[in-house]
C-alpha cells in the first residue's frame, strides 16, 4: 500500500493538519512574536542596580593587600603549596584563591603589568545559562553567586566560563564551586563594598555603580591619551559586557585576558533552542508529526503482521 | 510454516535472506575466557567507582578546572551515547519512514543503545561532584530550563529507564512466556495486548527525547565559545551531533551484526544489510553537507585545509565519513560483508572522531594546563565498556536479541544458572497456540 493512496479518516487529516500547521508556525513565529522578549540579548544591558569594579593596573603596585582581605572575608584558607606552609602563593585562581594579583613580565623588555583576576561578573554570565539546576545566579547588584544545595558537581560553568573563573574543589569529599561572589552575602548585603576594593592602597582597584565607574574609566582615558592599552576600557562590550572592567597600558592578551567578541555567549548558545524550546512548542510539534506517522505504519504493520503470523506460524517480534 | 532450506554458510560471497526473527544463541559456553576476562575488567571498574564514591575527585583523575571533562563525560557518555542511537536511528527509519525490513534487527539496536545509554549514565553518575543534589531533576520549579546540561541530565536518565526499557520489555515477556508456567502464560497473554496498544505512543517519545538530548551534546559545546577550535565550534553544532548519532546509530549496528553473526556463525541477510548501508551511505552525505555548508557560510574552509594539526584531524574525521558514504554506494561492495564490516567501522571512527574532537582535543582553555586521562580514570572507562560488552554478550545468549532463521529456533530458551544442561524443550509446540495472543 502506498502512502499517497492510503485513505485517511477525517481525524488522521485533522492531526496532520495539526502536526504540519505547528511546524510551519514554529518557523514562523519566533521572528516576530519573541523578538521582543527574549532573555538573553546579544547586548545585554546593565540593571539599574549593577554595581562593578574598575581596576586600574597603572596604578596597582602589587602589594596583594587584597588577596589576604578576600581570604578573610570569604574564610579561605592560604595556599601555601609553593612557598613550602609560610604565606600565601597560589599560582592563580583555585580552589583556595578567589581572587589573585598576578604579575606578566615581558622576557625581552622592560615591559611589565599586574593584573587583579576574579569572577568578572557578566551581564548575562555563560555559567549562570549553563547551570542546570539554578545554583549559579545573577542576584541584586549584578553578583553572581554560588548556591551548594542546587549544585550537582557537572562542572559545565567551568567548561563555560570564558575568563575561566570557577574552580571545582577537586580534593574535597563535598566538593563545591569555588568563585568571587562580590563577597555578597559577606559585604554586598550589607552596603559595605567589596573585601578587595576596600583593602587597595593605591585605588588600583575602586568599587562604585557601573555607569560611574564606565564614566570615570573613560575620563582617565581622556586625560591621558595613548597611555591606554587601545585607549578603551576592557570589560565595556565583552562577551556582552562584565562588571568588573580594566585598564591596562599592556595589551589585554599579554595580561591573560582573552579577546573575546561582544555578543553575549548566553545569546550564542540559546538563540535557537530558546525558541525551539518555549513552552516545549518543537518537542510536542515533532512528537506530532512522527506520531502520526508512526500512527500510520504501526496500522500498516499490523496488517502485515496478521497476515505473516497466519502464513508462517511464526509469532510477530517487537 | 514453511522451514527455510537449511543453507552452507555462504559469508563473503552472495548474501541470501535469513534474518527473519530474533533468535538467541542457544549453543555453545556462554562463559569463555574472553568473557571472563571482560567480566574482571568490569569488576575491577566497578570497583573502583565504588572508592570513587567515598573519595573526592582529584586522586581518581587527571582532570583539572581547564580542562573540568575528562573522558567519563566525554568519551563514555558524549561518543559512546553516539554509538548506543541505534534505537533512535533505525527506530525512526522503520517506524517512521516505514523501512519495514529493520524490524528485525531492531532488538540488537536496541539492547546495545540501552546499554550505552546505561553504562554512559554510570559513568556520569560517578563522574559528578554532588550526585546527592541530583534529587533536584525531580522538582521542575528548580530547573533552569535554558541549560542545555539540564535537558540532558534529566532526558538521559529518563530516556533509558522508561522508553528503551519498555522498548526491551518485549524480550523478557516472550522469554517468560516460553519458560514460564501456564499462571506466567495467562497474564502474558492479558498483558501483551495491551503493551501492543501504548506501544506506537510509547516510541513517539523514545524518538522525540533522544531528539532532543542528541542535539543538547552538541549544544552544550556552544557555550564553550572560543575555548573550541572554530572548525569545529559553530551554530551547527546541535544539528551536526544529532547528524552524527544517526551516523555512528547506523553504521555501529551494521558493524555489530557482522561481527556478532561472525562470531556466532550466523548467515547474514542480503536485503536487510543493504538497506541499512543506504541509509549509512545517506546519513554521512547528509552530515559531510552540513558540514561544508557550515564550513563555507562561516568562511572558516580554509582553516581546513590549512594543513596544521587541526585541519589534519579534520580531514581525517572527514574521510572517514566520505570514504564509506561513497563506496557504500556501489552494489559490488554493498552487498559484500567485508567491504560492508570495514565502511561501517571506518564510519564509526569516523562519527566518534566528530563527537569527540571538540570535547577534548580542539578543546583549548587559554591557561597552560593539559589533560590526559589518568589510569584510574582509564581503567574505569574500560571497566563500564566492559561492562556492556557483557551484558550484551549475556542477553543474545539468553535472550532472542540477534536476528536469524526463524525455522532455527524452536523457542527454547538457554536455562539460566550455573550448571551446563540441555536446553528444555519448547514449552508449547509452535502451532498450538494462537498467534494472535503472543503479542509481545
Redesign the interface.
Known sequence: MN?LNMPLSRRQAFKAMLGLGGTVASAMLPTTALASTE??PAHPIAPADAVAMLYDSTLCTGCKACMPACNEANGLPADTLLSGGVWDMPT????QTKNIIELYQDPNSDEFSYVKKQCMHCLDP?C???????SLKKVDFGAVTWN?????????C???C?F?V??????????KIVKCEFCYDQRLKENLEPACTAACPTGAVIFGKRDALLDQAKGRIAAAPDKYYENRVYGEHEAGGTQVLYLSSVSFQKI?L???GSTS??H???K???VI?KWLGG?IM??GV??F???R??N??EL?R?DH?????????? | MTPTPANPDERGTTLINHWQSGVPVTKGRVLTPFLAFLIVLAAIGLVLAGIRLVSPLGPFSAMNSAYAWGIWKTFNVMTLTALGSGPLALGMAAWVFNRQKLHVVMRTALVSGFLFYSTGLIALGFDVGRPWNFYNAVMPWRWNSESAMLEISICMPLYCAVFLSFEILPLFLERLYYTGNEKARAFLRHVSPRIRKVYPFVIIGAYVIPLMHQSSLGGLLLLAGDKINPLWQSPAMPWLYLVAAALCGFAFTIFLLLIVCLRYARPLDDSVLTELANLLSGVCFLFLAIRAIDLIWRGQLHRAFAFNEMSLLFLLETSLILVPAVVLRFRRFRETPRALLNMSALACVGGMLYRFIPTSIAYAPMRSTSYFPSVPELVMAVGYISLGIVAFVFAINYFAVLPGDASTWDHSFRPFGWRRQAPAPAAIPLLAVPALERGA
Request: hydrophobic fraction near 35%.
Open positions: 502512502i532573555e538573553h592563580g585562581l583555585n580552589a555563560a549562570v545559562t549553563g547551570c542546570p539546576f539554578g551548594g544545595s542546587l549544585c550537582i558537581g557537572c562542572r559545565y567551568e567548561v563555560a570564558p575561566e570557577p574552580q571545582f574543589e577537586w580534593e574535597a569529599r563535598n566538593p591573560g582573552p579577546k573575546l555567549l548566553g550564542y548558545a540559546t535557537v533552542t530558546s524550546y518537542p515533532m512528537a512522527l506520531g506517522a508512526i500512527r505504519n504501526w500498516r504493520h502485515e496478521l503470523e497466519k502464513k508462517t506460524g511464526f509469532p510477530d517480534q517487537l
